[in-house]
């Protein structure tokens, strides 16, 4: 009985699959990113909602608006209102919380972070954007492409040429331009959440 040698792959074979997987990846990822990215904007969307409907629940049922987020993760009220005014016994009593799942500032679906105090603007109310210092100097832990697609996914606005950044609208901030070089005014960006 006569015993066939097994044969293995030869260099132009292996060269051939190699170039093929490399260029079905090469085609492939970008397309898979951006269906993933696609995902986020009715995310935010859907996130920023969720923290209205808690906001304006618990000014409904308090007749207060809060002063911090975690203040909607509550079981029993404390601390002060957006006014600074600390909670009287009927407001206690009224407090129906939680009213979210939020402990200390809050991270949206981009990654932005956001901090805990929320802050009156104008008559909305917003969660101002959270930095490496506690006066708002420092660098900002929110990012101007992520305030982009925030300001896509809440303001339907796709124009990303906003120099100067925005004052109006649910998504607000300003910009610094060094050397032509434009950035993020660490604490001016805010996501509003709430009418009063």
Same mark, same amino acid.
């Given at each position: 009985m006569r015993k066939t040698a097994r044969r293995g792959f030869t260099l132009a074979e292996v060269l051939v699959t190699v170039t093929i997987i490399a260029v079905l990846a090469a085609v492939m990822v970008p397309a898979v990113i951006n269906q993933v990215a696609k995902g986020d904007q009715p995310s935010e969307a859907q996130d920023i909602a969720g923290i209205g409907t808690s906001v304006n629940t618990f000014a409904a049922d308090t007749r207060h608006f809060p002063q911090?987020? %975690?203040q909607l993760g509550l079981t029993t009220l404390t601390g002060s209102d957006i006014a600074g %005014?600390?909670?009287? *016994? %009927?407001?206690? *009593? *009224?407090f129906r919380g939680p009213y979210a799942?939020?402990?200390a500032g809050h991270r949206v679906p981009t990654g932005a972070t956001f901090s805990d105090t929320l802050k009156a603007s104008g008559r909305q109310l917003c969660m101002q954007d959270s930095t490496n210092s506690s006066d708002h100097t420092g660098t900002s832990f929110v990012t101007l492409p992520q305030l982009l697609q925030l300001e896509q996914s809440l303001d339907h606005d796709s124009d990303t040429t906003a120099a100067l950044g925005r004052a109006n609208g649910n998504v607000q901030w300003a910009q610094t331009a060094t050397l032509g070089v434009f950035s993020l005014t660490p604490g001016s960006a805010r996501v509003c959440v709430a009418i009063f």
């Open positions: 911090r987020l %975690s %005014s600390p909670y009287d *016994a %009927s407001t206690i *009593a *009224a799942t939020i402990t």
